[in-house]
Every structure is written in C-alpha cells, then in structure tokens.
C-alpha cells in the first residue's frame, strides 16, 4: 500500500511569488492535514481537510490557503511569500477505526523563498 | 489553549542501554496520543499510538505509556542501537477528527 505522498519534494522561491504543493493521501484515507516545521517554532497546524471541505483551520494568515479534491488529493497554496514561510511543509492522512483517528505523514516538501 | 513539552531535548547515549523519554501536556483532555520518529529532513513515521482510554502500547522494543490525569506521556526505548538516532516527537489529539498538537521533540543520538 503506497504511503503518503507529497510533491514536489524541493522548492526555491523568491519572494513575493505564490507555491502550489501537493499531497496524495493512503488510498481510502480521506483527511488530509497540513502542518509547517521550522527550527524556531516546531510542528504547527496549518489546516485540515475531509471530503473536499475544511474541517479545522489553524493559527495561519490567509495567505495560505488549502483545497481537496474528490480523490482526497489535496493542495496548498501560499500566497505572496515571505522569508519566514522557508520551512518544511508536511501533509499527513487520517483513517478511522471506530475511535482511533491514526495519522500517516508523508516525506514533506521542503520550501525556500529567497 | 493545549501545549506539549518534551524532556529532555536532547540526549546522547551509548549502545545498549535503555531510555526514557518524556512528554508533557497542559489539558488532560485529549484523544489519543501518538509517537512519532522523524530523521533529518525527512517526513514523520507513526511508532505508536494510545488511545485516551488506554495506559500504554507496545511494539518491539518500544513502550508508550499514558497518565492522562497527570498530563504525562512516556516513551520508553529497549537496548537503544545508532539505527534509534533520531527526533522523536510526541503529539496529542484535541478530540475526534481534531488536529494534532506537537511537542518540540527530544533528539537522540545512540553512540556504537
């Protein structure tokens, strides 16, 4: 069974441009989450997606903004990019077993805006 | 608003030996606990994870146990070897299809 995978798995950016990153989720998982990793603040909750609608929505300014589509591939956008957005992007996919609500990250995409 | 520590943040230690590593959070309600190891610039892979109503799993050489009511988590690690050198992080669920709040993680290195 393939995991989660997340493309591309490198991106350089400059400043002020916008980024598409995309997530496929396990096969019949159908949440996605996204979450940003820096050294200075660790692992934060950017948003969640389930069934083609947002669930859950962190902390972050709306120029990060996310879809799912009917296949529970999902993407992420950032808009008009700072240098403070450089970071690892991890997305992970969720599947329920009667309570346990089990997450699977994939390898992240790893951006740099310059 | 829930927050996780880690103690320690990091630790070094010699093949062989057996470890604790500690996760704290601030409101005991949570969900499930999960335990995940991340390699340097790489995604998280899932170790183990404990349901609120659970006190601990095990898998291999690794035990998680959970004290909801005293906002603990620890992860213990068998006869560490260097293929164990990692992050490990600790993460709790807020509730039922509920996001995920990180600790810092504890970096562990096992020397051969």
């Known amino acids: 069974k393939a995991g989660v995978t997340q493309t591309p798995r490198y991106l350089i950016k400059t400043r002020g441009q916008q980024v598409t990153l995309s997530c496929s989720p396990i096969?019949?998982?159908?949440?996605v989450s996204w979450y940003q990793q820096t050294p200075g603040q660790g692992l934060q909750f950017l948003f969640e997606?389930?069934?083609?609608?947002?669930?859950n929505k962190g902390n972050f300014p709306g120029r990060f903004s996310g879809r799912q589509f009917s296949n529970s591939r999902s993407e992420m956008n950032v808009s008009t990019l700072e240098l403070g957005d450089s970071a690892l992007y991890l997305c992970?996919?969720?599947?329920?077993?009667?309570?346990?609500?089990?997450?699977?990250f994939g390898q992240g995409t790893r951006l740099t805006v310059v | 608003k829930q927050e996780v520590t880690q103690i320690p943040a990091a630790l070094s230690v010699p093949e062989g030996e057996n470890l604790v590593l500690n996760c704290s959070f601030t409101?005991?309600?949570?969900?499930?606990l999960q335990w995940f190891r991340q390699d340097p610039g790489k995604g998280l892979t899932s170790l183990l994870l404990?349901?609120?109503?659970?006190r601990e799993q095990t898998s291999g050489r690794l035990n998680a146990s959970l004290d909801k009511s005293s906002g603990r988590s620890t992860l213990y690690i068998a006869a560490s070897q260097p293929g164990d050198s990692a992050t490990y992080l600790c993460?709790?669920?807020?509730?039922?299809?509920?996001?995920?709040?990180f600790g810092p993680g504890t970096r562990l290195s096992v020397l051969p």
């Open positions: 992970a996919s969720s599947t329920v077993r009667g309570p346990i609500t089990e997450a699977f």
């Open positions: 096969s019949g998982h159908r949440s």
């Open positions: 997606y389930f069934s083609e609608t947002q669930r």
């Open positions: 409101d005991s309600a949570i969900y499930n």
């Open positions: 404990i349901q609120s109503s659970q």
């Open positions: 993460a709790v669920q807020l509730g039922y299809g509920q996001n995920f709040v």
